[in-house]
């Protein structure tokens, strides 16, 4: 499991009852070397993130499904990937350019569909598996129906409208391009976070938060594990964003330059 893995993977990968072992955040030469140290009868499954919150950075899932043997799998927490990448929306499965029945990926409703809930996109064989044998699922309240039939509609709308994702794409690239502009360095990842670090052992969130908020700009503090990092102030780009919105956030951050780095 990739270090920075969502604390739900981590939770997941206890549940399994074997052996757990670490890799390097997106550091496939650490997986790999932990991957050749398993006996030639293991059945190894790496979990990981598509696209981690925390920063936005996208998961190696190509490299990391190669090196994994025939009988291994692949477990992808898709959350904040899907409804936002590849050139379906199918997310950061499709964006890697992989497929393989061995490849599993959990989705959230709550962020791009908008809803509530969540699925797992796998095979018919394992997805009746799941059905069937897990505690977790049978024993759970099915989602309502109109969140049902709501979840249905808004991934027809994004099968059939990708104005919604071309307007994501512009104004995260807006926002990084000023960003960068004013001197603000910013990673090139194809993701709408956009993480900025507190510079200074004697800054802290909550004063940044207070400065941005005198700007017009509310910072929601990340609390939960698999967050933001520690010191670091965190914005998801929305497609509804307007561009005033847009660049008041820009010259908010620009003008606390002093206090923030990108991370």
Excluded at 137 to 149: D, E, I, R, Y
Excluded at 178 to 193: D, Q
Aim: hydrophobic share 40%; net charge positive.
């Amino acid at each position: 499991i990739d270090q920075r893995a969502h604390a739900s993977l981590v939770d997941a990968a206890r549940m399994l009852r074997c052996s757990v072992a670490m890799f390097r955040h997106r550091d496939c030469a650490d997986l790999e070397r932990r991957l050749r140290r398993l006996p030639q009868t293991s059945r190894p499954i790496v979990l990981t993130d598509g696209l981690f919150a925390r920063d936005g950075a996208i998961a190696p899932l190509a490299e990391q499904f190669r090196l994994i043997s025939r009988r291994g799998w692949l477990l992808v927490d898709d959350a904040h990937g899907f409804g936002v990448l590849g050139a379906n929306g199918r997310g950061s499965v499709e964006h890697a350019g992989v497929c393989s029945p061995r490849i599993v990926q959990s989705v959230t409703l709550s962020k791009a569909v908008g809803v509530f809930g969540g699925a797992v996109l796998t095979t018919g064989k394992l997805a009746s598996h799941i059905r069937f044998r897990s505690r977790l699922f049978g024993g759970s309240t099915p989602m309502p129906l109109p969140l049902a039939a709501a979840a249905i509609e808004a991934l027809r709308v994004l099968r059939s409208d990708k104005t919604r994702r071309r307007r994501l794409w512009a104004n995260a690239s807006r926002v990084k391009a000023a960003l960068r502009g004013a001197g603000i360095e910013v990673p090139e990842t194809p993701s709408p976070v956009v993480a900025v670090r507190i510079a200074g052992e004697k800054a802290s969130v909550k004063e940044l938060n207070r400065r941005l908020r005198a700007r017009g700009i509310y910072s929601a503090p990340n609390r939960y594990p698999g967050g933001a990092p520690v010191g670091c102030c965190r914005f998801v780009i929305s497609s509804e964003h307007s561009p005033d919105q847009l660049d008041r956030l820009v010259s908010a951050i620009a003008g606390l330059k002093e206090t923030v780095t990108a991370t």
